[in-house]
Structures are given as C-alpha cells and as structure tokens.
C-alpha cells in the first residue's frame, strides 16, 4: 500500500463546462492528481480509449452523447470506478445514474478536497483486499487477491465496487450487514452516506449473480436492517 | 258581581303568587319566562350578550347552539301560555263555584232570618263545602262557624263594602294559609253573609302544574342539544369536507381537492373551491419552480468560485496582508452564499411539492450521535449528548439525508443564534421519540416563538444578530419535518437558553 500514495492517480475530468473543468482540473491537480480533461462525452471515450484511469469524473449533463450514456459505453469495456457528477443529490439522476454503472456521486457545488478525498477512497479500495483465500457462496466463487469471481465455474464480469459490495457480504456470511456499514466498508463514507448507492449496487450485483434476480437467494433483503448472504 | 277586588287582566305572575316555589329551589320557570316574556326585545339582548362568551367555536357546535336556543325559547312560550291559560281558567272555576255556594247560602240565610231562626242555628244548618267557614252579621253581631276564623279575619274594606251593599269578594290571610273571602249584604240593614273558602286544593294543583311545567321546560334544553347535534350531522357534512379541505391546503397539502360525488348540495361549492385550488396551487408552483431553477443555475458558477477560492488559499503565503483579509473575505461570503443557494434550492423544492421522501426506518440514537460527531468535529467547544436509557434503541421511520438536516441544522442554529449547543438529549414521551437540542443563549420570547419558523425570521427587534445563517435553517427544519410526520417546537430550556424540540412517531419492534 505505501507505494500506491506515491504514483499520482490518474483521474479524467468529462465535463462541457470549461470553466468548472479548469477550476476543478486545477484543484485536483493541487490536491497530487495525474488529472486529464475532457469536453464532451465523444472527447472522454476517446480519451478512454488511448489509456487507462484510476477514476473518471463524468458530468451527467453534456451536450451530445450524455453522461449516462456515456457512462454505459464505458462499462461496457472497463471496471474503472466512475464518480458521476449532478446537480441535485434528491433528483432521479442519482438512481438512474448508478443504474448505468456510475460508483458513486458528488453534487454540485462540491469541494475539490472532499472529491479527491473520495477518489482516493475509491482507488484504494479497488486494488484488492490482500486475502489469499477463496470465498463460496453456493455455486459461486470469489478470489479476493485476482478480483475474480466464477459462478458454476463461469466468470462473472463485476465492476470493482460490486466486487467489493459482494466480498463484504461473503466474509460475514449469516449477518446482516446495514446499510450504513456497507457504505463505510464498500465506499468509506460515515454515516451518512446515501443509502441508495447501496440499494442499487446489490441490484446491479443481483443481476449478474443471482439465477433469479427479482427473488434472489444470494444476497437476500432483511427488511429494515440491510443485507445478507445466508451461511 | 264581577266587580272582583282583583282587576281582570292583572298580570300573570299575581295568578302564581300563591304557587309555592317547586322543590330543587328557585323561582318557577313559568314565572321568570313571563318576565322576559313581556320585555322581549331587551331580555333576549341581555341573554345573548351574556352567552357570547359560551359560544360554541365550531358551525356544528354553533347550529346546534342555536336550535337549543330556538327550541327553549319555544318551550317557554309554550309553557308560559299553558300556565297563563290554565291557572286562569282554574281560578275562574273556583270563583265562580264559591259565588253559587255563598249566593245560595246567603239566600237561605235570610230566609231563615225572616223565619226567626237564631243566627249561629242557622249557620250550622247550611250546606258547606269541607274547610269553608260561615260568618253573618245581624243586628251588629257576629257569628261564625269556626273557632279560628273570624270578624277579625275579613278586611275593614271588604266589611264595609259589603255592608254598604254590594256583593265582593277578595283574596286573604287567615289561620296562615291563603283564603278567598265573599260577601253577599242581605236585605235587612247592617246584615251580610259572608263565606270564606280555603285556596289550599288549588294551590296543590298550581303547585303540581307549575313541577311538571318546569320540568318540561328543563328537559327540551338536554333533549334538543342531542337532537340538535344529531340533526345537523348530515346537514353539515358538505361543510365539513370543505372546512378540512382548506385546512389541509393551509397546511401545505396542495394538491387536497373536494370529490363532490353523492352530495350534490357540495357541487357548485367543490367546482369553485377546486378552481381556486388548482389556480393556487399551480401558482405555487411555478414561483418554487423559479426559485428553484436559480438556485440551481447558481450552483455552477458556485462550485467554480468555491474551488477557485480554495485554490488562491493554497497560495496564502504569497499574499500580502491586505491580499489575504481579502481572501479570507471572500471565502466566509462564498460560503455564506453557497448555504443560502443550497437552502433556498431545499424549501423551494419542498414548495414545489417534490414528494421523494425516502423514508426508512433507522435508530434515532445512532442517527443523532453521528450528528453530534460531526458536529463535534468542526466545534470549538464539544457539546454532550443524552440518550435515556429507554431511547437507546427507538426506531423511527424518516428520511435519512433530511433528518440529519433538521438536527445539523438545529445544532447550527444554537450555535450561531444561541450563544453555543450545550447539550442534546433523545428521549421517549408516550409514543413520540424526542429529540432536544438546549442552547446556551437567552432563549427565545413566547411571542417571538411561532416566528422563528417564518423564513428570513432574524433575532429581536430589525438587528440582525448574526451574518452567518441563511436565515432559512429553522423553516427547512420545519419543512423536512412535516414531510416526515413529525414536529418541532420551541420550549424554554431548564439551564435558560432556548430548547428545540423534535418529535417523530416511533415505530414500535414488532
């Protein structure tokens, strides 16, 4: 891990407006960032293209192709945690953006030193958990240290958070995890983070996981507490 | 011989004079309603000033007020008329009975004179009715039939009267109780035959008629408020749904209209309401929405001035003096702007009645220590928190993200409006979970309390007390409360300070 601290992650900033992507490029740059910019959603997927990121920074409101669109293109071939960027932390766009694969959300006007503080909590995370050991769940099996999971001996194609949301659960398999402490483990937020990134992680990990996803038997719903993998 | 002593017409509260006052005490009814009977007008001024202040508040109340009202008021004059009419009709009765008596008495009488007969053997032969005495004057002396009633019991006037030659009759006292005396003169001079009859059995039936009068009487007021409330139950019911209709708008409920379906008494009533309604509540709308769409455009420029401020403050050090106050201006204004932009978007949205309420069901406890931690974090002085014991695990069911607003925005409140938080309790009150947050400052007057609420509401008086605040914090905490079933007062803290009160239902283990 303290090697990590000293390679500058890289982040790319997709945003139209230029004078938040100066400001905001400038900010994290300040902050010890790599960071790339881009101004539209056509310019970031060609960017993506060229290289890789530790993090993309995706405004959801960009003329052409847009963010949520842009957003889906990139889960399509990559696990890079996105942090989507809106206007209204209560507005729909939250929900629909976390459906197309974003990771997380700040809301606008947001502070350059809490973003970095959550990209950073993003990167770190993504890079394994260190267990050498595998976890089965029925028919499914998680390697922690290649961030690989199999079911019925096919590999499912999880995102590094959906990943990390299943692993949480596995290793304390019988207990109900809550929502707040999956926040904390999974996204490093306190206690207040917003418990529909949570809802709508388990969805997306209960469409590549479970045979059934509206009646699921891997990760169950313990109503008004939280989550669950049964032992 | 109708030349009565007692002249015809005479009021009817003389008739009941001789009426003994019905058990319980009191005058009869009959007689007070007579009273005001006879001065309408001012009487029922004086009434209804005295019942102001009884008034009942509600229409139901108010209608069933005044059929009660209506309805006694047409008991009495009723009851008053029976009386009037039966007591007279009683009295002309019993005149008219002792007149025959006494005239054919008198006639015997001086037929017996005539013959010779001696005046006390002849007053013993007349047929009496039972309790009336006979008296006769002949020849300057007295006889009588009874041992107590005598000369002395008739009244000079009547006396004389008499003797002088016509008949009379009049209403005495003797042997205690109330006796009508009537004399008839004779043909002989300075002779006259005189009967004195007992009133007793007509002052039972006056008494008896005036009990059962009074109870009537007595019993249409119970009688007809319940006949009042049950009968304008149906008749009000349009007024009903209308009454709570508009209370619900007032109370922010916008979107509350009235169904006039199977009343069609409420249709034109509805149709107009529900106009007035829609043309308010779409107007409502569209200024939230205004507000709305500026703050949100202000958000932008707002994260772009925030950063920028930021990043000028990592180059501080290369500043001069003035360079830096200038910063450091800066930064408390565009950070003072970007709360009120964040707030105003809030209650704006609130007031554009966006109904995402996420509600779940969390511990209160845990919920506002989280609060108070953060708080703590950025505080110069650490303020304690007090979970009763019996609190420790209360569940609510609220929006997370907007109940960490009212307390963060509570514990803001105390420190920059009330001298510093001092202290923040959970508590339970029947089945309310109660958050307290006490502050150290003067507290806040009784009448200044409901308008702390109010938006843009500042501290006593036009001084603003303080720049920080957006002056919206309080009536956001209001806001999010009511979306959350809950409410928030403000009370007088024990140590002096203001205390706010926080109270959610709980949603009690199954």
Redesign the interface.
Known sequence: MGTLLDVPQSVLIIED?V??RR??A??LR?EGLDVQEAGSGEEGLERLGERRFDVILLDLMLPGVDGFEVCRRIRRTSDTPVIMVT??????DVVAGLEAGADDYVT??????ELSARIRALVRRSRGTGLRQRITVGDIEIAPEEGTVTRGGEAVELTRTEFKLLTELALESGRVLSR?ELLERVWGY???G???LVDVHVRRLRKKVEADPSNPTVVTTVR?MGYRIPA | MSSTVRPPGAPPAAVSAPVAPPPGGGAPVPARAARAAARPARGAHRVRRRLRGLRPHTLRGRATFAFTAVMLALTTVLVTGVWVTVSQYLLVQRERATLVQTTANAAQVERGLAGGVAPAQLLSQLARETGSTSLLLYGGEWSTTSLRIGRDDLPAELRERVVDGGPARQRITADGSTMLAVGVPLPQPGTAYFEIYSLEELDSTYRVLGIVLTAAALTVVPVSVLAGWWVTRPALRPLDRLAGAAAAIADGALATRIDPRGDPSLEPLATSFNRTADTLEERLRSDARFAADVS?EL??????????A??VD?YRDALPPDGRESLDLLRSEVEAF?RL?ADL?EIS?ADAG?T?V?L??VCLA??VR??LA?RNLAATSPADLDVAPAAEDL?VRID??RL?RVIANLMDNADKHGDGLVRVSVDRLREHARVVVDDAGPGIPVQERSRVFERFARGSGSIRVSSEGSGLGLSLVQRHLQLMHGEVAVEDSPQGGARFVVRLLVVEAD
């Open positions: 407006d004078r938040i400001i905001v400038m900010a300040s206007a209204r932390a209560d507005s729909h606008k006007p947001f502070v350059a030193k707040e306190d206690y207040f917003d418990s529909r008004g | 949100h958000r932008t420029p707002l994260t772009t001035m925030v950063n920028a930021a990043l990592g970007e932009v978007l949205r966006s995402d996420a779940e069901e845990d919920l989280a609060s953060r569940r997370k993200r960490e």
